[in-house]
């Protein structure tokens, strides 16, 4: 083999998809022939096929927009939430000390079991998606933002402090360049945690997002549909991974 | 290899998780009284929300009817059968999930082009939301404990073998290449260096398993059960039991938390 890594890498991609697509066929053929019963799977092609009827039937673009949506204002208030808070566990000793494994007990805890209780307080819509979003977003961003804010040199703590530089400059000019790198990757995993949990609660309660879409073609029984709304799932969340990923890079080189 | 010993409930890919905090900063009288303190000050405004009025009779309930509601569960019989069904399916979950993601995680980075070509798949589905493959999960295996046995082995498969995975292709080639010359077979390859190097790594990795496999469980039971802890927090819910509710919520995150902190502990000890 004196393939470049570089064709490598594009061989084995390429494969990939091929391994995708034999799958596929696969999958199609065990149906058809009647190996796998109609019933339980439904051919890849009428799954594809029911993503057109989803569009107009079931207005997918807007069940979309709504999960994508909520996933973004939740994560906005985890951010408003879980940055301050970092801030400040990474400022006060004692309380970093004190608190910082609760927010680690935090993140591992199964906190979309909460779902019911805010149901009861705030009633069954979408400020409940947004407030369990949240919830599970506030974590990792503040545990990250702790990381980041605390990766400080020391060299340039002396020259703040040499500088005589109040804690408002010290924030703005030290603290937060310095924790940015960090904060972004905390948000990365909230996005990604938050997008999780609202289609986990949506496909239970039924709000109207990508998780009632799967409920509903399941419960009338629609094999094509339900499949091709799984399917479409799965798209969205890997498209919606990558291209956080890429933000997060694109911000972190500037 | 640190980053495999990171707790989260549904991990992405091993660097996406967020390190936990060292544990434990032993002995210090000031965080303890910090940490009573918090308590303290969140029951006073959670008690104090509760009688305020400002929110519909029962919506939150006092931590006394809470308090009696636990005192109640924990003496009854029927408890401990709902318990016992959530924790053979959370047990037998992350058992069978982990043992084959555990395998085909170390098959697969042992060889190299099947594991070039075949670990993006996983790779791009381990983030997405779990909770759609469960009506597909309950059109193969019904509404009874298999499906959700099944749901729990869905979610532990995805941190396990990302983990496996990463963690296997991290071992030595010098000792890959000691065990190739020794004509070593790929199960005395995996029995004396791959298991051996990635304990640590298994350990973090069966710490992300039981926490997504216990969402995943649950949120099953929520959705079809007639037993286990989910089903105990909707029939609550439904009957508008709300102390309940709070009851079996607060010992469902106990034992998580309890679970999740027992095997931080082991991977501890495990890597000294």
Known sequence: ????????????????????????????????TGALSRYVVSPPTEALGSLGELFVEDRLA?????????????????????????????????????????LGAAFSAPLVLLYPLFLVILGRGLGTLIVMGALVGIAPIALKTIEGARSIPPVLENVARSMNMTQGQRLRLLVIPAALPSVFA?????????????????????????????????????MPAMYGSILFVILTSIAFFTLIEAGERWLTRR | MADQAMSAPVPADPKALVRPPRPRAPGDPRVLAARVAAVVILAA?????????????????????????????????????????TVFEVVCGVLLGGLVGLTLGIN??????????????????????????????????????????AKASVSAFFPVFVASFAGARQVRPVLLNVMASLNASRAQTVRHVYLPAMTPVVIGAVRLALGVAIVGTLLAEIK?????????????????????????????????????????RLAERLRR
């Open chain 1, 1 to 32: 083999m004196t393939l470049r890594p570089a064709s490598r890498r594009a061989q084995n991609r390429l494969a990939t998809w091929g391994v995708i697509l034999a799958l596929g066929v696969a999958l199609q053929v065990m149906v058809e």
């Open chain 1, 62 to 102: 807007q069940v979309f927009l709504l999960t994508l949506g909520m996933t973004f204002v939740a994560a906005a208030c985890a951010i408003a939430v879980g940055v301050p808070l970092g801030l400040l566990l990474a400022r006060v000793e004692l309380l970093r000390r004190s608190f910082e494994s609760w």
């Open chain 1, 186 to 222: 905390g948000v990365r995993i909230a996005l990604i945690y938050i997008l999780i949990n609202i289609v986990a609660i949506d496909f239970l309660v039924s709000l109207g997002g990508l998780g009632s879409l799967v409920a509903a073609t399941y419960d009338r029984y629609d």
């Open chain 2, 45 to 85: 405004i959670y008690e104090t929300l509760s009688r305020s009025g400002l929110f519909y009779q029962g919506i939150i309930p006092s931590l006394v009817d809470i308090a009696a509601e636990l005192v109640e569960l924990l003496t009854s019989t029927e408890f401990y059968g709902h318990l016992a069904v």
């Open chain 2, 108 to 149: 697969l980075a042992a060889s190299r082009r099947a594991g070039d070509v075949l670990h993006p798949i996983f790779l791009w589905i381990a983030p997405t939301p779990k909770i759609v493959f469960l009506p597909i999960i309950m059109l193969l295996f019904g509404l009874d404990i298999e499906a959700k046995v």
């Open chain 2, 224 to 264: 079809m059960a007639n037993a286990g802890l989910g089903f105990l927090i909707i029939q609550s819910y439904n009957f508008f039991r709300i102390p309940e509710m709070y009851a079996v919520l607060a010992i469902t995150f106990t034992l998580a938390l309890a679970a999740n902190a027992g095997l931080d």
